[in-house]
């Protein structure tokens, strides 16, 4: 039987895996790190003494490969977040808070209700947002829709910052674009925030590998790739740190590691090469989790705060200014906020700070225009990734459409 190997356990590699394995097709997944789930899992804290996320993952309803993943491995149950789609906010200039609220059908008649939109915006500022429409890639965030004043600085920067990982004087629009056309144009049911309610490994990671493993596929967890030998048209084999595989001729590989990772196995394929961090401060604190569970804040260091359970947990997106400022002191700027915003007690608790340097690629257009598609020069190696070219930011939802994308094109490949 033909075998299709796959380099890399995260979400692009484990939704490759799935789709091959419902074509018939028999899988190995070869994982370097103890765990699959790479950004997208979940780990046991000795200090907090409790499971935290690698990073928190807002999805919106309208992620629909991601929506698919999870019904597929029967995890869809494990999410939670608020009915309807709303999303607080808090400026922490002036303490205003506010809740931006959308109605469920497409036709988005809650921006004609002043108490339902962002304050202190007026109705033709929405129609300013028909310029993302026209979104190219070299078009920034902020000089295309940097003008539209409240809306721009409530609304559609903090979206930006946390959707691209890339500062908005920086970023392309062009996948903000799609996002929001896949989302907020589709209308408010395609745009209800969730998240995992227990954790990213128990909601994406644990099903997944439960799933394929029931089926034809081997998952090889401390199973490093030190290089893929090659000539011209194809891999010919797999060399692991102790052992290698050699290649049958109907055999692929699929490569579905981070970008990094990717060039140093295969030199000459060309991937983004610029980055940018993201940050995550966990703190043990309970927090009432209000309307949303979730409150995006203005003008301060914390960008969006969740609260789950016994853990209030901040993330700060396009953090490469502060990926050097020393945990303790980025954890005391951050409880700050959090004092200021929702009054808790000065005293700050136990924490802990993820830092994570290379979280995304910098979705500028010069580091846009290094996107490869899913199909490369060697007949049997194939790309999935984040930072693959599937149109959206690097994102859970482009990391499974471009796992999907990587094994529809291998199938294809092979029935040619």
């Known amino acids: 039987m033909a075998t299709t190997h796959i380099i890399g356990a995260g979400l692009a590699g484990l939704e490759a895996a799935c789709v091959l394995v419902e074509h018939g097709r028999h899988v190995i997944i070869h994982e370097a790190a103890r765990a699959a789930g790479g950004r997208c899992r979940s780990y046991f804290d000795q200090e907090l003494n409790c499971r935290l996320d690698n990073g928190n993952h807002l999805l919106l309803s309208g992620n629909n490969a991601a929506m698919s993943f999870l019904k597929r491995v029967g995890a869809y149950d494990t999410l939670t977040g608020p009915t309807d789609p709303i999303f607080p906010f808090i400026d922490l200039v002036n303490l205003e808070r506010w809740v931006l609220r959308m109605n469920h059908g497409r036709l988005p008649w809650w921006i004609f209700v002043p108490a339902m939109r962002v304050p202190h915006t007026r109705l033709r500022d929405y129609l300013a947002l028909l310029k993302l429409r026209r979104a190219q890639t070299d078009d920034l965030v902020e000089s295309l829709v940097g003008a539209i004043g409240p809306l721009y600085r409530n609304l559609l920067e903090p979206l930006a910052i946390a959707g691209l990982n890339t500062p908005a004087r920086e970023a392309s629009a062009a996948p903000l674009r799609q996002v929001i056309a896949e989302t907020i144009e589709r209308g408010g049911a395609a745009s209800i925030p969730c998240w995992p309610r227990e954790g990213l490994s128990e909601s994406f990671i644990d099903p997944a590998l439960r799933w394929l493993t029931a089926r034809p596929t081997e998952f090889r967890s401390n199973s490093r790739v030190a ?157 999935a990734g984040d930072y693959t070219n599937t149109g959206l930011p690097a994102t859970i939802e482009g990391a499974i459409r471009s796992g999907k994308a990587a094994a529809l094109a291998s199938l294809h490949a092979n029935a040619g």
Do not use: C
């Open 227 to 383: 290089a893929l030998p090659r000539d011209d048209l194809q891999i010919r084999g797999i060399d692991l740190t102790d052992s290698h595989i050699d290649l049958a001729p109907e055999d692929n590989i699929i490569l579905a590691t981070p970008a990094p990772v990717a060039a140093n196995l295969v030199p000459g394929v060309e991937v983004p090469d610029a980055f940018q961090a993201i940050l995550n401060v966990h703190y043990k604190y309970h927090l009432a989790k209000g309307d949303a569970g979730f409150w995006g804040l203005i003008g301060g260091t914390a960008e969006w705060v969740f609260a789950k359970g016994d853990i209030l947990s901040v993330t700060i997106s396009a953090a490469n200014d502060r990926i050097d400022v020393p945990a303790d002191l980025l954890a005391a700027q951050v409880w700050q906020d959090l004092v200021r915003a929702f009054g808790v007690p000065a005293a700050m608790p136990a924490y802990r700070v993820i830092k994570e340097k290379r979280a995304t690629f910098a979705a500028t257009p010069a580091q846009l225009a290094r996107r490869p598609g899913a199909v490369t020069k060697w007949r049997n190696l194939f790309l």
